[in-house]
DNA sequence: CAGTATCCCATACGATACTG
DNA sequence: CAGTATCGTATGGGATACTG
C-alpha cells in the first residue's frame, strides 16, 4: 500500500496514475513541457476542454505539486502563467514517451490523423 | 485530432491514456510484465479491485489488442491465462517508468508504504 | 483575462450474488 | 476456476452564465 498527499494507493503505478491520470491533465503537462504558458494559451492548444474542467485540473495539479500558478497583476485583467515546478519536470519523461507512443500507434496502426 | 479503435482524442497523449488510462490498467500491465498470470493469480496481485472490474478492464485490454486470453480446457473449472500481446509489450517502458516514478515519489517525496 | 457558480449527466467503479 | 448479472454510487467532466 502506497500513500501520497492522504491518499492511498494499491500500487506504485496507481500513484502516478492518481497525480497524472484523468482525461486533461497528461494533455496539460504535455504543453507545458516546452515553457510557461498562460491561461488562454493553454485554452487555444486544448479548445475541447471546458474552462472549468482546466481550471479544475490546473488547481489540482498544483495542488500535486506539479505545476505551479504565478500571478502577475493585482487588478483585472489578469496575467497568470503556468509552468512546471521542479518535481513536475521529473514527469517530462513520461510524458513525453507516452506523447510518443500515442504518435506511433497512428503512424504504425490503424490510428489515424484528422 | 488522433483517431484510433473508431475512438477520436485531442491530443497524443489522450490516445495512449485512454488506452492505458484508468484505475486498475496499469496496474493490471505491471503485474504482466514478468510474464503470464491466470485470472485468480492477478486477483491475488490486485486484492482490492473487484471480480466484475477486473474482468471489465482485461476484456478492454484485449479489445485494444494489448493483451491476449488464452483457454486451455473447455469445461469447468476453466484455465485462462493473461499475456501481453508484442503491441502491449511496446507499453512496457511506459508502464515501467509510470511505475518507478510513483516508487521514486515514495522514496524521496512525503509519501510512504504501508 | 482568468477564472467561478450552478446544474446536469455519463460512465467508471464497487458490492454482492450467482453460474457454465 | 473464471467469470456474469444486477444494482447502486461516486466522481469526473460538460454546458452555460456570470464575475473580480
Redo the contacts with the bound molecule.
Keep these: 500500500m502506497y500513500q501520497f498527499k492522504g491518499k492511498e494507493y494499491p500500487c506504485c503505478t496507481s500513484l502516478t496514475m492518481g497525480i497524472i491520470g ?3 491533465k497528461t494533455v496539460i503537462l504535455f504543453h507545458l513541457i516546452d515553457g510557461t504558458l ?4 493553454l485554452r487555444k492548444e486544448m479548445p ?6 482546466l ?5 489540482t495539479l498544483e495542488e500535486d505539486g506539479i505545476i505551479k ?1 504565478k500571478v502577475y497583476t493585482s487588478k ?7 509552468s512546471l515546478t521542479d518535481f513536475g519536470k521529473t514527469l517530462i519523461p513520461i510524458v513525453k514517451s507516452i506523447a510518443d507512443w500515442g504518435v506511433m500507434v497512428v503512424e504504425e496502426k490503424e490510428g489515424m490523423v484528422v
Tied chains: 1, 2.
Design positions: 484523468g482525461k486533461w498562460r491561461y488562454n494559451e475541447s476542454v471546458t474552462e472549468r474542467t481550471s479544475l485540473q490546473l488547481k500558478r483585472p485583467p489578469l496575467k497568470v502563467a503556468y
